[in-house]
């Protein structure tokens, strides 16, 4: 998988300026690849996805969410979807069996992400929680595991509780996608981003 990470570079550093990065359909932040097949080794590794799939969620946002994400499950990358409930999705079989219904039960979803101890999170979602917002940021906050996130064309959806919730969990990159069909290459790019930035610390 092959990504023009200089321009990646200045997107998402831009975003951790607190500069949110938006991407539209004349973006070229981010090339469309496809991944490689097979699996590889240690790509992604402490990363864990969280889907929301709330009744918001239904037709279009719902599609694209499955077709962006399910490289990635078949690369055992942890991948939990939520709504009124969440569930833990390990194969592509059960993504892509996943209906939009219910609520949006943000910090139940976090929690339960937590317990994996993962050094990233990447969540995707196009509304905003049914629980107190401020009872996420404080979760956030104490956690301080970085948060990505993606946020879809929604009319509910409360852009600056997300964009606080990135800067809350210590150093998440906030991401208005406003074009649902770069979804799938703007995940891939905040994962190899964060694989450089990590190694380059490790050097």
């Given amino acids: 998988m092959t990504f023009d990470l200089e321009k990646i570079k200045k997107d998402i550093q831009k975003a951790e300026n607190l500069q949110p990065v938006s991407l539209n359909k004349t973006s070229t932040a ?10 590889r080794t240690n790509f992604g590794k402490g990363t864990v996805f969280l ?17 962006a994400v399910h490289e990635f499950v078949e690369q055992d990358i942890k991948t939990y979807e939520f709504n009124s409930q969440v569930n833990l ?9 996943v209906v939009a219904r219910g609520t949006t039960k943000m910090l139940a979803a ?6 994996d101890e993962p050094n990233n999170i990447i969540m995707i979602t196009d509304g905003q929680p049914d629980e107190n917002k401020q009872d996420i940021l404080d979760l956030a906050a104490e956690k301080q595991i970085p948060i990505q996130c993606i946020m879809l ?3 509910d959806v409360d852009r600056k509780f997300l964009e606080d919730l990135c800067n809350a969990s210590g150093g998440g990159i906030f991401t208005d996608l406003t074009d649902i069909k770069l979804l799938g290459q703007t995940i891939a790019g905040l994962i190899e981003y964060k694989e450089e930035k990590k190694q380059a610390i490790q050097l």
């Fill in 30 to 39: 981010l090339q469309p690849r496809r991944m490689s097949k097979g699996p």
């Fill in 153 to 155: 064309p929604s009319s």
């Fill in 89 to 97: 999705l390990t194969s592509v079989s059960q993504l892509f069996a």
């Fill in 110 to 115: 976090l929690k339960t992400c937590y317990q």
């Fill in 51 to 67: 889907c929301d799939t709330s009744g918001s969620m239904y037709g279009e946002k719902l599609y694209a969410l499955k077709e």
